[in-house]
């Protein structure tokens, strides 16, 4: 199942995700899992959150520019190489990774990988079919 990320466009200046923290903090929000990319003027923090759609909401309130879009959290085996099939799989059926990142969670000797496919849709079907655990928004929300 598709599970929404929340990415948000902040400024490389101190005190920006502060503000995002806080505002999350303040509105009950919690973080599963976060990534930060950042280039010269501005960062693109990327969120699994608790409740992806009022922290889309308080957010943009708030004058962020805040993006919504759907990834899939695979459950790979925690060793090396536990993530070699699954990008085989991907790869085998022409789709490409725009990008991942990982994080600790509950599952236990496993390590949890979000990732956002060319087609998304498409790498789900993907993973489905060969019987690669994935989470359910609910499950991850409550990490």
Known sequence: MLVKQISVFVENVPGKLVEVSQILGENNIDMSALSLADSSDFGILRLIVNDPDKAYQVLREHDFVVKQS????????????????????LSGANLSVEYMYAFVGSQDSHAV????????EAALKVLEANHVSTLEPKDIYRM
């Open 113 to 120: 990988v979000v990732l956002r496919a060319n087609d998304t």
């Open 70 to 89: 759907e990834v899939i959290a695979v459950v790979i085996d925690d060793r090396p190489g536990g993530l070699t099939g699954v990008l085989q799989l």
